[in-house]
């Protein structure tokens, strides 16, 4: 490396850091992120400094992002003051900080309850190491490599561990040299497009007009997924390095990282982020005296699905209504106020930085499938462990399942799983052995999305379930074709009906003529809102029947279809279950309760805390003859 | 041209055009309910399918563009059932049974629906039945009996659209019937550069709004109807006779109300206008009307107008034949005669044929005619011959909307000659055009201008000579005026235009406006001046009036020693100071007029005639071009069109008129040959007429005119709203949104005083005083009050007596429990 001004910053960042880890003091990183917030992590947090210092402990209290471990929130690690051993624990409720900095950081010992492993050093019987935690083993680590370990709001942290080196290597080759490199480790789009990001910036180099654009799409929308969050509040930089390496190899001269409004604290991180990288003088005009200019913003949505739509996303930064635009022109033509213009996912920049730290070999060789590269997921639905992993392409679903996600909640049988968000369809769950790569879902009419991967099991309704993402669909429909807000609340209504019992045959063939309608739409969201159903009237064709022609909810979830009943006039728990019912629909005849039906709205709440005195039946079925069931 | 093929037709068509205009234009039916021709496609309604050879699946014909040797079907099965589907999807959320339904031709307004279906749910309740785009869309697309949707809860009327706005007088708004094709919206914004509407919410919440989402009124629509004209269904239409709007004759006409002149077609029913469409005919206006041409039309009701002719018995007015009224009108007047001068006034709406035949009788009287506003008339004509050496400037007006600098001087473009203004903006948005602004009150222009040179009321004229004098060389006056030569000194010559709207009530305020804008037009092109000003006079045809004779000559008050008076269609008390008290002087007074102003009332005969709507003739523009009026209304009742009353009154007096307006243009064309091509295409709808150069081009300096008294600077003009006819009758509702029935006060001046919007005030100076309520607004500055010229019947005009330019108090009328507070 010769630019000398990142040198000098490097050499001084990890001075700080050596500094840092010998200070002699026990240093506490606890995971304050999304996840960690949602359950208590700030309540913990400040129990923990409380403790701290009512007992006027030497130790340092810091913050950092994700270890992966979102069900367990909030993790932290413990460094003891040697520096030799570090461990990480989790569920750390503020009620048992106190506890916790008794028995660990004022006595130095360990907390096994709550221990996930160590890290670092020596493990013991009741305290493993992290690496051999089934949820650890397997993950290859790269992108989140940083990720819990240094505090996302310090660059120097992440200079010190090996930032922007893969940055100073870029600022020494020229603009085709960073493309061939990128494209030679064959990092394709993590949005699930899976197109070569390489290209994309060649394509924006070779575009005529001026300025050039990079906008980094941040707007992670899909439910059940969020790799992108994980990434931008454990390590900002890493964005932050990547947008730079792709700016030099596309010529842009700005960027815009665009975070949906529902991600503050990833606001915030990415902002503080791009603040200390300007005032380190990696953004800004002629960076490092290199002569390159680089300004980048972030930029907060307002909290539109399509905006994940790379041209609703920049009609959104234009000033203009959140509505995808009509192509062509494409965004490498005339894309952010009209400028030529490159919009990639949050993963994709990210790696880009270690790209060119370790060369295109080292990077792409770790993996064997056609997509190169290791590739986050987040894993949630009825499984175990709700978390995010980054793990080479390649594994089949069940092994991600079994291994990554703990396998299904008290289990049972995965019924099915959505691999991608609500444009992405539903696969059925005999298909588990399906990769974890691009292709096979592209074969079926599906695809692999941004890394959200939902698994229902059989209590899952699918007419339910597609009832839930067509609603989704018809809500975030930006009002521009009436295919796509006209069809999505056709298929709702239609789905409405089959669920209150109400499904004719006829609402199959309806169901295909709104497929084959809705692809006039003009962009994805309308073009694939439909995909669920689609995918859904396949691969679970017996289900459909069964709402519509024997009016029978196996999984007992549609309100038309199924009613509660009193089991047990015995049951102890009967007496709550009355006490709970939102309506007051359970009445007594001659001293026998049970549900009133015109009353019940099928909260399914008396079920959950009286199980055994409650019972859900069939509404409207006609009892299946034995004879067709045996014969069946 | 590229060649492409349809439906196995081979098409010539302009490379890289949009293949839905060139399928229309070629007579292949293609469903589009959300383009808008000439605008970038929205493809929203989906609906424009065809099959394209080559890329799979249907494509959009609007997002399509003509390539060479393309092959389009518009026709086979998957496209027409493609179509189908989609708009089923459309009628899904609209009120549709009747457009689906196997019996809709049979049906009428009143029977039982056999369907069993709700009557809010059928064509036949809608008041659009029969004119409606979607309707006709769906016979097209044949969407009769196919109907996958019927029998659903529709989730959409689950959500109720919110309650139709039917809260101002021109417009109404449902948004039950709202398709979203965003039509409405892309017309305000891209044609009209208002953006009042907008597309709000998502997903089965996406609506229409406007402004932030209340009424109509409280945005700042300024109900052109653009959006009206664009509408394919229901959702947006006309207020005013919305029910009976389905016209038996459509007429193309000239819109009266100013000198722009923008062609309309009125479509009228049983004689009586229902309804107005912007008429294409003159190239400048295109497909663009303001809230004068679509509505003014209804301005009154027709009792509110003239019905029969009036002789006066003693105190009162007796109703008379057509030919009583003549013979005893023709006899006053040449009484009169025998006594004394006899004048003529005719209103400045008047046809050149009207015109020309009101200036042969004058003659035959022994005078000339002229104009109320002749004054003001015969300053702007004056400071423009001073500089120019004519007063006829010879700019092509559609030069305005392709210009990259303009100057526009006026008291409110915007208000006073609306489309103009939307030209003008047509350059700021399209051309980047630098726009500089030279006017007193905050007119919406200034949005638009790179440059606003604000000046004290009734300096327009000043200010525009400075800049005129910057731009030549001199010292700036100031630091705005400096930036404003800049612009002007940077911009591109031929792309450079001078505007001038001068004022319409003090003939010095008119002459200093028009002397500067012609000083600033020398300084910029030197001889070559007069081909680079527009000037647009306030009334229609002043222009025109000028050339057959009307107001060239005359004194500073045509009413002074007159023995005898002729009026035609207009009202000296709402112009002339001190009109009421002259004409009581007056022996003899003649009116034909379709209203009973304060003039009429004094007259001896009144002759009831129809309005410009109701005249054949001609009008000469501002841009002088002679646009073609055709009689679009009856007269009411036994009125007559106001050239039969001419020729019927000179033939009672002897003058020999030819038979019709048409004859009367050959005479106007034989005299002077300018019209001559006018006279020629007399079928036609328009003609730009040929006018010289003059080649000449001197500065005068323009006088700064004296300021009387020390209290506020009164500032008027023209407003956008009030209809002049209703304004002679002193019509409550003659402003009918009532934002210019106000004095129009400044928030500080509001604040110091301590009034509201509402509140009643009195503007007074030297015995004259007006009392209105008062609008607070950021529309006028500080120390300055605005009152329409057409306030209460012209009041405004009293305060500008001489030359010198007013200032009046202020004063908070007393309120019980308020001490009364004056400004000054």
Partial sequence: ?632 | MASITVDGQVIEAPAGAPLVEVLKNNGFYVSSLCYIDGLKPYAGCRSCLVDIEGPPGLQLSCTSVVQDGMKVTTSSDEVKDARKAVVSLILANHSDRCLTCHRREHCHPGDICLRDDVVTHRCLTCSKNYRCELQATCEMVGMSGYEPWVGEERSWYQHPQPPADRANPYMEFDPQMCIICTRCQRACEDKRHTGAITLSGKGWDTRIAFGAGGAIHESNCDFSGACIDVCPTAALMEHPNKWVAKPDTWTMTTCDSCAVGCSLKLGSKEGRGVIVRPGNANPFSGDQICVRGRYHYDSLKPRERLSRHFVRRGAIHAPASLADALAEAAQALKDAKSKGRVGVLVGGNLTNEEGWAAAKIAAALGGNADLSSGPVVRAVKGALEARLGTWRTAADMTRIPAAKALVVIADDLEESHNVASVRVKDAAVHQKAKVIVIGAVRSELVDFAACWLRSEPGEEGLTAARLADAVAGGQPHDHATAEAAGILRDAPRDGTLVVCAPNPVSAAIAGSMAGGAANLAVALFGNAASENLVVLPTEANVNGLLDVGVAASGGDDPLAGLAGLLVVRDDPTMRLPGAAEALAKIGTIVVIDNVLHETAKRAAVVIAEGRAYASRGTYTTGGFRIQKLSPAVAPEGDAIDCYRALHGLGAALGVDLPANADAALGEIAKANPAYQPAHDLILGEGVAMAVAASGKGTIVPVAALTVSGRGLRLATGRDLYTAADAAALRHPEAEKLHRYDRIQVSEADAARLGIHSGDEVEIAAGGAAIRAKADVNERVATGTVFVSSLLQGGAVAQFFTGDALPTVTLTAAAVPGRRATQLA
Avoid at chain 1, 309 to 317: H, V
Wanted: glycine share 12%; net charge negative.
């Fill in chain 1, 1 to 632: 490396m010769t630019n000398a001004k990142l040198q000098a910053i490097i050499d001084s960042a990890k001075r700080d850091w050596a500094a840092y880890q010998s200070d002699g003091r026990q240093h506490v990183r606890i995971c304050i992120d999304t996840s960690s917030l949602a359950r208590g992590g700030q309540a913990t947090l400040d129990a923990l400094r409380a403790a701290v210092a009512a007992r006027g402990l030497n130790v340092d209290v810091g913050t950092g992002g994700s270890w992966g471990f979102s069900w367990m929130e909030p993790t932290l690690t413990v460094r003891s003051a040697a520096g030799t051993r570090t461990v990480l624990y989790a569920n750390l409720t503020a009620e048992r900080v106190d506890e916790f900095v008794d028995r660990v950081l004022a006595a130095g010992g360990d907390m096994p309850e709550l221990a996930l492993g160590v890290v670092e050093g020596t493990s013991t019987p009741e305290v493993p190491l992290l690496s051999d935690h089934p949820f650890m083993k397997g993950q290859v680590r790269r992108l989140m490599a940083n990720i819990g370990v240094i505090d996302p709001e310090n660059i120097d942290h992440y200079i010190a561990l090996g930032g922007y080196e893969g940055f100073g290597k870029a600022l020494e080759m020229d603009a085709e040299a960073i493309v061939k490199e990128v494209v030679d480790s064959g990092l394709g789009g993590r949005a699930g497009g899976g197109f070569p990001a390489g290209r994309k910036w060649d394509f924006l180099r070779s575009a005529t007009a001026e300025p050039r654009y990079l906008v980094c799409n941040a707007d992670e929308g899909d439910p059940g997924a969020w790799v992108n969050r994980v990434l931008m509040e454990g390590d900002p930089q890493l964005i932050v390095e990547g947008m730079l390496i792709a700016a030099l190899a596309a010529r842009a001269r700005e960027g815009y990282i665009y975070i949906r409004y529902e991600y503050p604290l990833a606001f915030a991180r990415m902002q503080t982020a791009v603040d200390q990288a300007y005032a380190k003088g990696l953004l800004g005009t002629n960076i490092l005296g290199s002569g390159l200019d680089f300004d980048l913003v972030v930029f907060r949505g307002a909290g539109s699905y399509v905006c994940g739509e790379e041209t609703g996303l920049i009609n959104s930064i234009d000033g203009y209504r959140g509505m995808p635009r009509i192509k062509p022109p494409f965004p490498a033509q005339a894309g952010l106020w009209n400028k030529p213009t490159n919009v990639n996912n949050v993963e994709s920049y990210a790696n880009a930085p270690l790209i060119l730290r370790n060369g295109a070999e080292w990077w792409s060789t770790v993996s064997t499938a056609k997509e190169k590269g290791t590739k986050m997921f987040t894993f949630s639905g009825s499984v175990n462990w709700q978390g995010c992993v980054e793990i080479v392409y390649g594994p089949t679903v069940r092994e991600a399942l079994e291994q990554y996600a703990g396998g299904m909640k008290d289990g049972k049988r995965c019924k099915g799983f959505q691999p991608g968000g609500p444009l992405s369809g539903v696969v059925n769950g005999d298909e588990l052995d399906l990769t974890l790569t691009l292709d096979p879902y592209r074969e079926r009419g599906l695809f692999l999305g941004g890394g959200g991967i939902v698994f229902f099991d059989e209590s899952a309704c699918i007419v339910d379930l597609c009832t839930y993402f067509l609603g989704f669909c018809e809500a975030e429909s930006c009002g521009r074709c009436t295919t796509c807000h006209g069809g999505t609340q056709r298929a709702v209504e239609i789905l409405r009906r089959i669920s209150l019992g109400g499904g004719r045959e006829a609402d199959l063939e309806n169901f295909q003529e709104l497929v084959k309608t809705l692809v006039w739409s003009n962009c994805f969201h309308g073009q694939f809102a439909m995909t669920t159903i689609k995918t859904a009237l396949k691969a679970f064709a017996g289900e459909w029947t069964e709402h519509i022609v024997e009016k029978r909810c196996r999984a007992g979830v549609c309100p038309g279809l199924i009613e509660y009943r009193v089991r047990s006039q015995t049951d102890a728990a009967l007496a709550e279950a009355r006490a709970i019912c939102p309506t007051a629909a359970f009445v007594e005849e001659g001293g026998q309760w049970r549900v009133d039906d015109a009353l019940c709205v099928r909260c399914g709440a008396c079920r959950e805390v009286a199980p055994n005195a409650i019972e859900v039946r069939d509404r409207l079925a006609a009892p299946i003859a034995a004879g067709a069931a045996a014969g069946a």
